[in-house]
């Protein structure tokens, strides 16, 4: 059974850089697209980034230029790094695994991790 666990949100002011994590376990890491959505209070849950088995990224256009997503397989963990946070960027951050590179649904989900963003 796979297991996602995120880390890394916090409270940051506008214009602050956070770093999220996600350790995965249970499965191979390596075959898999990983990704990064978020949701906002009462708003539904957007994907953020995608990172492919190869490495192939793509991203919303909200964090465009702003964000970056990266996987160390050796440690069996994606990381999104966020840098100029806006207030917007508010919400819970979900870590999401795809079955093989099939980007379309996640087979997988972690708990999340709270991000807060002040004015």
């Known amino acids: 059974q796979v297991q996602l666990v995120e880390s890394g949100g916090g409270l940051v002011q506008t214009g602050g850089s956070l770093r999220l994590s996600c350790a995965a376990s249970?499965?191979?890491?390596?075959?898999?697209?990983m990704g990064w959505y978020r949701q906002a209070p009462e708003k539904q849950r957007e994907l953020v980034a995608t990172i492919s088995s190869g490495g192939t990224t793509n991203y919303a256009d909200s964090v465009k230029g702003r964000f970056t997503i990266s996987r160390d397989n050796a440690l069996n963990t994606v990381y999104l790094r966020m840098n100029s946070l806006k207030p917007e960027d508010t919400g819970v951050y979900y870590c999401a695994r795809y079955r093989l590179n099939f980007i379309v649904t996640p087979t997988s989900w972690g708990q999340g991790t709270q991000v807060i963003v002040s004015s």
């Open positions: 249970g499965s191979v890491f390596s075959s898999n697209a």
